[in-house]
């Protein structure tokens, strides 16, 4: 028989033609995504925040940072798009996790859609997740468990179905499928990482031969505002002179690193925000910058030591570690507003918790050993028995140098720092580098896709699968374009945008469009939409085709009264 070089070339593993050649012979690599939850764009140091963050500098100093990626403005969203690949309204979870009966908002990751961990077991790879899942509205202990993490491809789980929660004390703590208790002396953001060590350890000493996918999704610093006393002690009085210095601080850090351009105007104090020098109560407005800062700082070291259970297991060499943020700071203030009160009742006996009950609640009332929680101005954060955010002065400084927060779609609310760090795949003339074109959560399943060797399914388990949206983001650890050809579209509550080249196109909802130029103007403050009339009109039919595309609805979702609404805030248009 005759064998032809073309079937011998065919034969050959396709290796991307962009990774150095020491990547392209080695095994596949290891697959780890680390996501903090609520941390702005400034927060870590590598990004211009005066935090400390060793472990997360050291994966940028070794790896490469990503200047423009964008997540989806909001939580649910966000984990929806990055386990999926495709916009969180084609996963299902347009929004939350509550039904607003539409396909697009069911609030439960739908069946036409496949996890990373879905994709990648069939092609060998074990899979652990440690973490928030909040992808599902299946939130029972006795209740159903079909869109929870083992059955959506996990082999392992140690985490949270719910989103939020008690760092003492979370709801829904779960271990592979049984939902536990918190033991002593728990801390949340230490659990998570330790389990990740802990399943990293014994992979190497029970699957060695196979490569692993590892999502790791802290809740840090979501709020509540919880940190342990010594991560509190260290940050002590950094933050006595204010929100206004601060800014300004990181601002100059960013613009030194050449992570943002001096032409970018950093954008006005938030109008909400009082000017520090008349902001009344510092002592407590300090109080909760550092415990934001410590929680980061906790969940830093938590990253320090997932890396060390690399590199004593041997795994580290080969080893992709992408690092991100689930949505820009959050400006919400829960539970910092008003007189200080009790969230215990009459009807809420204040006793100690039994060693085996579960915690159900978002906003628990008492603490395990009993005690009452508080909120309301001026409670000081960090202890078990208190329950607030940070709130929004603290939030702008987080987004620095750009506009707005979680919720929204201008820069404050989508942009996360980024970092993927891989000795043996990135080559060294990479390392500590930027790489600034625009990527997104929906690039996440490609890249892994990409690197595992893995299939994309056209069906899985019997369903027709939606084609993955995103793309390899391999190419730039070389310094390639990416292959994308398409805009990034988004949607939350409303809010909208589309990017496309350098050009964005955003509404805050209900508002007009506004057009900017993003190496002009990444801060949004020089609106050209009017100047520019013809680009709005043809971004605008961009977004809407894939808003029906997506199955984005008009906001507010769900119901006559909402669509009632919706209907009359787009008149106002």
């Not at 990373?116 to 652990?128: D, F, H, K």
């Not at 959560?441 to 892994?448: G, K, Q, R």
């Not at 984005?552 to 209907?567: F, L, R, Y």
């Amino acid at each position: 028989m005759r064998i032809t070089l073309c079937f011998l070339l065919s034969c050959i593993p396709c290796i991307p033609w962009f990774l150095p050649a020491n990547a392209a012979d080695a095994p596949r690599p290891n697959l780890i995504v680390i996501m903090a939850d609520d941390m702005g764009y400034s927060d870590i140091g590598c990004f211009g925040g005066e935090i400390e963050t060793p472990a997360v500098n050291s994966l940028a100093k070794g790896g490469v940072r990503f200047t423009q990626f964008y997540n989806t403005a909001r939580c649910c969203p966000t984990r929806a798009s990055l386990l999926t690949g495709l916009y969180p309204h084609q996963a299902g979870v347009g929004h939350m996790t509550d039904d607003k009966g539409f396909e697009a908002y069911r609030g439960d990751l739908n069946r036409r859609c496949v996890t990373i961990a879905e994709v990648l077991r069939p092609a060998g790879y074990r899979t652990y997740m440690t973490g928030k899942w909040h992808v599902t509205k299946q939130l029972k202990a006795d209740g159903a468990k079909d869109n929870w993490p083992l059955q959506r491809g996990f082999d392992r789980f140690y985490g949270t179905i719910m989103g939020g929660g008690s760092f003492f004390d979370p709801a829904t703590l779960t271990l592979d499928n049984t939902q536990i208790p918190a033991g002593e002396d728990f801390y949340y953001t230490d659990a998570i990482a330790d389990h990740a060590a802990q399943f990293i350890t014994e992979h190497g000493a029970q699957h060695g031969g196979k490569p692993f996918l590892l999502y790791v999704a802290f809740t840090a610093p979501h709020w509540p505002m919880h940190a342990k006393p010594r991560d509190i002690a260290k940050y002590k009085g950094r933050y006595d002179k204010g929100w206004d210095a601060l800014r300004e601080e990181r601002n100059q850090r960013q613009i030194a690193m050449g992570l943002v351009k001096k032409e970018w105007t950093l954008t006005p104090r938030d109008e909400k925000a009082p000017a520090w020098v008349d902001a009344g109560n510092k002592e407590w407005f300090a109080r909760r910058m550092e415990v934001y800062a410590a929680m980061v700082d906790c969940l830093d070291q938590g990253v320090g030591r997932i890396v060390a259970a690399l590199k004593r297991s041997g795994q580290f060499e080969n080893t992709l570690v992408m690092f991100l943020s689930d949505n820009g700071g959050c400006a919400e203030e829960m539970g910092s507003v008003g007189p200080v009160h009790d969230v215990a009742t009459k009807e809420s006996p204040l006793k100690p918790m039994a060693k085996d009950e579960l915690q159900t609640l978002l906003v628990p009332y008492k603490t395990r050993d009993g005690r009452s929680v508080r909120q309301g101005a001026g409670v000081m954060p960090g202890p078990a028995d208190t329950y607030l955010a940070c709130g929004l002065p603290w939030a702008n400084v987080s987004n620095t140098p750009f506009r707005l927060y979680k919720h929204w779609e201008h820069e404050g609310g989508i942009s996360t720092p980024f970092i993927a760090h891989w000795p043996r795949g990135i080559p060294a003339s990479r390392y500590n580098q930027f790489e600034r074109q625009p990527a997104h959560l929906i690039d996440l399943m490609a890249t892994c896709v990409d690197l595992s060797g893995a299939t994309y399914p056209d069906e899985f388990n019997g369903q027709r699968i939606q084609p993955r949206e995103g793309v390899s983001l391999a190419p730039t650890f070389a310094s390639e374009p990416l292959a994308r050809t398409a805009p990034i579209f988004w949607e939350h509550e409303g809010n909208r945008a589309v990017r496309d080249g350098k050009w964005k196109l955003v509404s805050k909802h209900p508002g007009p469009w506004e057009l900017y130029d993003m190496e002009a103007d990444r801060t949004e403050l020089h609106d050209l939409a009017a100047r520019q009339p013809d680009r709005v009109k043809t971004m605008a039919a961009q977004w809407d085709a894939w808003a029906k595309r997506c199955g984005v609805q008009p906001w507010p979702v769900g119901g006559e009264k909402a669509k009632a609404k919706a209907k009359k805030g787009k008149k106002k248009q």
